[in-house]
C-alpha cells in the first residue's frame, strides 16, 4: 500500500510563490508514476501536472502552463509542485496522485494524498 502525505500549502497573495511537496512510501518510489490534482470549492477534481517515473515526461493543464513546475527526486522519494505567479483562481485543495500502472492523463491514479490547501488572496 502506498502513502502520500502532502506539505506546503497556505495562504498566499495573487502574484506570490508555494511550493507543494508530497512524500510517498510503501512502494519503491521510482515505479511510481506521480502528479497532483486539485479541487476548488464547487467544482469537479481536475489534474494540473503529471510527471512519469524518470521525470522526462511531464505534462501541465493549459491553465498552469508556464506558472507551475513538477519534479521529482527519485532519491527522497518525493514530488514537488513549484507554482509561480499565483491566481486567486488557484485556490483549491490540492492533491498528491501515484500510479504505478500508466501516467494519469486521463485517469486518476489509484493512490491519493489528504490534500492540501492553497489559498490565493486578490
Known amino acids: 500500500q502506498v502513502q502520500l502525505v502532502e506539505s506546503g500549502g497556505g495562504l498566499v497573495q495573487a502574484g506570490g510563490s508555494l511550493r507543494l511537496s508530497c512524500a510517498a512510501s510503501?512502494?519503491?518510489?521510482?515505479?511510481?508514476?506521480m502528479g497532483w490534482f486539485r479541487q476548488a470549492p464547487g467544482k469537479e477534481r481536475e489534474l494540473v501536472a503529471t510527471i512519469n517515473l524518470s521525470g522526462t515526461n511531464i505534462y501541465y493543464t493549459d491553465s498552469v502552463k508556464g506558472r507551475f513546475t513538477i519534479s521529482r527526486d527519485n532519491a527522497k522519494n518525493t514530488v514537488y509542485l513549484q507554482m509561480n505567479s499565483l491566481k486567486p483562481e488557484d485556490t483549491a485543495v490540492y492533491y498528491c496522485?501515484?500510479?504505478?500502472?500508466?501516467?494519469?492523463?486521463?485517469?486518476?491514479?489509484?493512490?491519493w494524498g489528504q490534500g492540501t490547501q492553497v489559498t490565493v488572496s486578490s
Open positions: 496522485n501515484a500510479e504505478p500502472a500508466y501516467i494519469m492523463l486521463r485517469t486518476p491514479g489509484r493512490y
Open positions: 510503501g512502494r519503491t518510489f521510482s515505479s511510481l508514476n
